[in-house]
């Protein structure tokens, strides 16, 4: 036994024994006051504002909500916890000192997210109404992170007195396995047991027998072996010499025993850091003259990666943390996309497994078809047992077409006919599936509507129950046909038609752009609405458009299929500020029946589709329109923790001094939120790559007010690497070369009203 760490003197122990603390569920089904739709099912329930910021950490299937002091469960007001494949493992982990809560000192995250560091110290402990142990004499650091579904904690207290100090270091501890439906707000019927074993003096096993057959473990091992042990705390004597120090390890796995020694800890610190070096050294990275802007470039890198998961298929972006730490089918590739032109590995590992888990049957209660592409898939008790209905669900309209547009994409950007073959049959399956049950009622548009009640109301990306309605609020019925769903068609069918071209097929290549071409004019009379200056939201069952000025409207630019005669409405229609709140582009104009700044969809900033609206604004040559979008992003990443964008936040207007409202269930950090700046630096640099010439052009780049010069390091073509910068020249910009290794040509393309210029620098002979 470490000397420093004895028995507890009966002096020294807890006059906490009897807390205990326990998270209760709530309803699964929230009675909404809502007349045309009473019930929400999968409702995020609002939870009361916490006394303690949150930080996250995430390993693969595995995460961490901590507070600052580095506990879980020690307030109330968050979705703490220590989770692995949608079960919670850990629901307190608190540490005290003589049974009171240390100060902070301070904590943080490591700038690539890999570890948390907490300092803290001790209160003034008192005996018989004397202090005898003075507050800020005991230095407490705290290290935590996670790997392979363990995570990791060791303790250093370090004596800062001239005199010798003891005190009593309790842990506390305990799980109630809920499943993230649980903790989201679900309530369920039964459960399954719990059970406790302590196993030496060391070890804690907390098991849970679901009612789905699999039973879950949380093993918990301290080293050295605390003092006192039972089955929710484990207590120290801790007594420290003069500047002395000592270290407590702590490990808790989800995925069989647990070791906390010494050794473990600094091999799996060393491993987390290997890994993560190896998954970002293929990534191109990007500098500006603005140091804020950098420091937002960091953290959206380094959130996006710690999102990424190793499957079987290739790393994943998941989708967010808390709420969405799983496969999601629209949002791994809607960020494969933002970080296509930095990190094309990413769409390989996305493209593959979605084909590898691509729907092969029909199943109502999967909302699935042949040649669907997933939804969301989950892990945990409650999928399992079919409590919702998300094991393996299908109930998106529009991961199926993104998922053909990611491939034309990555062959775009890539060259790579290796895996375009591999994966032309699930091409193929899928854009079967939209001219087949796609087409609900046979009319040349593709339409969504549940199979059965339990699956999602809304299928497209704004999927709340009151998001897609008519100019007077009423709720949209029937099958309904997405007016951004018909833009992700017709872009799917032209990169098929392309990819088909690439593969010798040309009669399909040609029928496909017969098809793609047909549907825009189609597109172009259905929703098109003079009297809003803008795209419908939507047709409903009766193909009654809903007269809604929406966000959706302007992924058609994205995708191309908007009418070049009314692209200059549509950007004057957005750059109202009814659209813009200043901090970006609302998902609904200000205004419209169902406005709401406060909602999830219905008046709020989602960063990742002003990504899109900005990439679609480049794509018809109204890059002025992006600097708004740009600076309204990079100026509420400044206010936010971290300076994180997160999933969404509130829609209201930007006012002097305050920053942006913050929306309380939002994920942070979120995936496609944190690749959405590269989208939009993208879309400002006109980036496009031509692998067959080995080209990387740049069309028409600017630069936004306050940034001089944007730097790119490491951009990879086929098996060419170029550094290179762009610099604000006067009133226009130039290109720098800086590096260039293997084959590669790059080219300044500059489109004025009646030529185009081009500068080179060819480095591929």
Known sequence: MNPRLEPVPQHMKSPSDHLSF????????????????????????????????????KHNDAFAVFDSHGD????GGGPDGFFDSDTRFLSRFEVLINGMQPLLLGSNVRDDNLHMYVDLTNPDITENETIVLPKDTIHISRAIFLRDGVMYVRLALENHSEKRNELALSIDFENDFADIFEVRGSRRKKRGHSRKRILGTGNVILSYDGLDGIRRDTSIFFEPAPAQ????????????????????????????????????????????????????????????????????????????????????????????????????????LIAAMQMLWLDPNIAR??????????????????????????????????????EVPFGLYYGSVDSTPLFVMLMGQYVERTGDLDLLSELWGNVERALKWIDTYGDLDDDGFVEYKRAVETGLSNQGWKDSFDSIFHADGKLASGAIALVEVQAYIYAAKLHASNCARKLGHEARSAQLRAESDHLRQRF????????????????????????????????????????????????????????????????????????????YHNGSVWPHDNAIIAAGLARYGHKSAIVPIFNGLCKAAGWMDQRRLPELFCGFNVKRGRGPTLYPVACAPQAWASGSLFMVIQAMLGLEFVPDSHEIRLCNPILPPGIDEITIRDLKLREANVDFSVRRDGSAVSLRVIRAEGPVRLTLVLHSANDVLEHTHDNSQ
Request: hydrophobic residues 35%; aromatic residues 8%; glycine residues 8%.
């Open 22 to 57: 326990k998270i209760e569920g709530s309803r699964k089904s929230l009675k909404m006051p809502n007349h045309d739709h009473p019930e929400q099912p999968f409702y995020i329930q609002g939870m009361g504002q916490t006394s303690r910021k949150r930080k996250t950490l």
């Open 72 to 75: 879980i469960g020690a307030v």
């Open 229 to 332: 042990l039972s089955d929710a705390r484990a207590v120290y004597a801790v007594r420290l010499r003069p500047h002395e120090r000592t270290n407590i390890f702590i490990s808790a796995s989800s995925r069989g025993p647990a070791t906390a020694s010494t050794a473990p800890f600094f091999k799996a610190l060393r491993a987390a850091d290997r890994d993560h070096k190896r998954a970002t050294r293929d990534v191109a990275s990007i500098e500006t003259s603005s140091a804020t802007v950098n420091e937002t470039l960091c953290r959206s890198m380094a959130d996006f990666y710690m999102l990424v998961s190793t499957t079987a298929q290739g790393p994943y972006p998941y989708a967010g943390i808390p709420w969405y730490s799983t496969t999601f089918g629209r949002d791994g």
């Open 349 to 386: 590992g996305v493209l593959r497994r979605l084909a590898a888990l691509q729907a092969t049957q029909t199943d109502a209660s999967k909302d699935s078809q042949a040649g669907k592409i997933l939804h969301e898939m989950r892990g945990g008790e409650m999928a399992s047992l079919n």
């Open 524 to 599: 172009q009379r259905a929703f098109w609405l003079d009297e809003i200056g803008c795209y419908a939201l939507a047709l409903d069952g009766n193909k009654s458009p809903c007269a809604v000025r929406s966000s959706n409207a302007y992924h058609a630019l994205y995708c191309g299929i908007a009418s070049a005669e009314k692209v200059d409405i549509l950007v004057k229609t957005l750059s109202r500020s009814d659209f813009n709140s200043g901090w970006g582009i609302r998902t609904l104009a200000r205004g419209e029946a169902r406005y709401n700044p406060m909602s």
